[in-house]
């Protein structure tokens, strides 16, 4: 079998080494040179195996065998590389890594024209422009140019000035977008992030759906006022009323949906001075759920919660949508293709699940046929320094993406 679990590992350890924080896990901020180092080892890997690469103008790198050119429909399979701060060494490099070990194994077998092609996206993970997925959305189009414009990092570099010397380019991104018609489908091998599968003892699983994602912005407005002399009638507590609503969130999501899940990651407290009663809270909350029709329910449920404890409090409202993904559901007949291909490979089972995290892979499934892989986290740990996944699962899920994409 040429699909080689040691040059799997080689990968992994080796992108792990590119971080701006050593010893405190993953630090790969797009547009960074940790992020360019191991965008980098990929290509040099895959360069080495005998393939050429591009590099569209949203910053995703595209790698084929140099047997098979530029305008042969193919399979699509990739992940990202950048990271959240103090992030794992799995999360989207897995992805990647098996992505490249297809190119590899696929030359090494001498099956130099699988249409088949890895790539790269830019900035999946929306902690360095505030915002996710930007690559894949680039390049087909939910984002213009004039979006990621507007996308600032924390030097003040828009997406493009800050994109520019890794070969990003405003004014090719309508030439480059997506056609569908280029495209056999798309494959994206991940880690699970979450702990059913370890608990269930499942190293791979066939994801056939990805939760949708509505995130909120919701200002309460109180009164600042002496925390000795107002008696505890007379207030207009902010604080204390985002607290009913964030307990009251707890409490009602588990009613909304066998899959839905709200939080509550991010509170600005004002004044946020210990003897004044808050006037002002800014809170986030995030709601994901497998359907839109849950999210829908559930949104006016929230909304519901949130007016009914400013009411009672005298507080004011101002409650504002931020985000709204839908839920996707995945090819089905992609996911036929990998049951066959397990079936071949003599697996005994492959579980199914959905994800709850979003994924390049949620953004592709608009325009092209498309299916994920995930592989267990033990634990259910990511987004941590502490994320790890079994070698011999990473390698199974490789294994089966390579069978999958080398048979007509
Ligand atoms: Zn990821």
């Not at 912005?217 to 109180?222: I, R």
């Not at 002002?280 to 829908?296: E, G, K, M, N, Y």
């Amino acid at each position: 079998m040429p699909v080689n679990a040691e040059r799997i590992a080689g990968d992994i350890a080796t992108i792990a080494t590119f971080t701006l924080t050593p010893g405190h896990g993953a630090g790969r901020p797009t547009f960074s040179s940790h992020w360019r180092q191991a965008r980098d080892h990929v290509i040099a890997e895959a360069t080495h195996a005998g393939c050429h690469h591009r590099i569209d103008a949203a910053g995703n790198v595209h790698i084929r065998s140099a047997s098979v050119g530029w305008s042969v429909p193919c399979w699509l399979a990739g992940s990202h590389l950048d990271s959240v701060p103090g992030g794992g060494d799995y999360d989207g490099v897995l992805g990647v890594v098996a992505a490249l070990e297809v190119l590899r194994a696929a030359a090494e077998d001498g099956r130099h024209s699988i249409p088949f092609e890895a790539v790269i996206f830019a900035e999946e993970e929306g902690t360095t422009f505030g915002l996710g997925m930007l690559g894949s959305q680039g390049w087909i189009g939910t984002l213009d140019a004039k979006a990621l414009t507007a996308l600032q990092n924390s030097s003040g570099q828009n997406y493009w000035q800050a994109g520019k010397s890794h070969q990003t380019d405003p004014a090719q991104l309508e030439a480059n977008r997506l056609r569908p018609k280029d495209w056999l489908g798309f494959f994206e091998v991940h880690i699970e992030q979450g702990a059913g599968m370890w608990k269930r003892k499942e190293s791979v699983a066939l994801v056939t759906g990805i939760n949708g994602r509505w995130q909120y912005s919701v200002t309460l407005n109180g009164v600042a006022n002496h925390a000795g002399s107002t008696g505890m009638a007379d207030r207009h507590d902010a604080l204390a009323g985002a607290a009913e609503i964030i307990a009251g969130l707890e409490s009602l999501a588990p009613t909304l949906g066998p899959r839905l899940v709200a939080t509550v990651g991010k509170l600005l407290v004002e004044p946020n001075v210990f003897n004044v009663i808050p006037s002002t809270v800014i809170f986030t909350i995030d709601l994901r759920a497998d359907s839109d029709s849950a999210l829908a329910g559930a949104d006016l449920r929230i909304r519901s919660l949130i007016t009914s404890a400013a009411t009672r409090r005298g507080l004011k409202v101002d409650l504002t949508q931020t985000e709204s993904l839908p839920a996707a559901a995945l090819d089905a007949d992609l996911a036929d293709r990998l049951r066959a291909a397990a079936t071949r490979l003599s697996m005994t089972t492959l579980p199914e699940t959905t994800s709850g995290a979003l994924h390049d892979a949620a953004i592709l499934a608009a325009v092209i046929p498309t299916i994920m892989l995930f592989v267990a986290s033990r634990d259910g740990i990511s987004h941590n320094p502490n994320e790890f996944s079994r070698l011999e699962d990473a390698t199974a899920a490789t294994r089966l993406l390579y069978e999958a994409v080398s048979n007509p």
